[in-house]
């Protein structure tokens, strides 16, 4: 079982900047992947960004340039830069780990963000 727990959302003026953060229960090199996903009211949760095992990086188009992931193994934590925000990237932020050969899902708790224009 694997525990993640979120933190760092808030409110912020459109062109702001917000770094999430998601601490793990186990050891990073344990996670075969960790990212972050979001879902706004009334749409489906949908992949922000993902950063696996070996350090490769996936970002949504939508936030390509503007966000950046990265992880520190040693606190068992990732992190999302989030800069220029807009108003469209108001949603609840999830952290989802991935880990083991039977590719386990663990879910965050959600952390809100709210962009205001």
């Known amino acids: 079982q694997v525990q993640l727990v979120e933190s760092g959302g808030g409110l912020v003026q459109a062109g702001g900047s917000l770094r999430l953060s998601c601490t793990a229960s186990?050891?990073?090199?344990?996670?075969?992947?960790i990212g972050w996903y979001r879902q706004a009211p009334g749409k489906q949760r949908d992949m922000v960004a993902q950063?696996?095992?070996?350090?490769?990086?996936n970002y949504a188009d939508s936030v390509k340039g503007r966000f950046t992931i990265s992880k520190d193994n040693a606190k068992n934590t990732v992190y999302l830069q989030m800069n220029n925000l807009e108003p469209e990237d108001t949603a609840v932020y999830y952290c989802?780990?991935?880990?083991?050969?039977?590719?386990?899902?663990?879910w965050g708790q959600g952390t809100q963000v709210t962009v205001s224009s």
């Open positions: 186990v050891s990073m090199f344990s996670i075969n992947a």
């Open positions: 950063i696996s095992g070996g350090g490769t990086t």
């Open positions: 989802k780990a991935t880990t083991g050969w039977r590719r386990n899902d663990y």
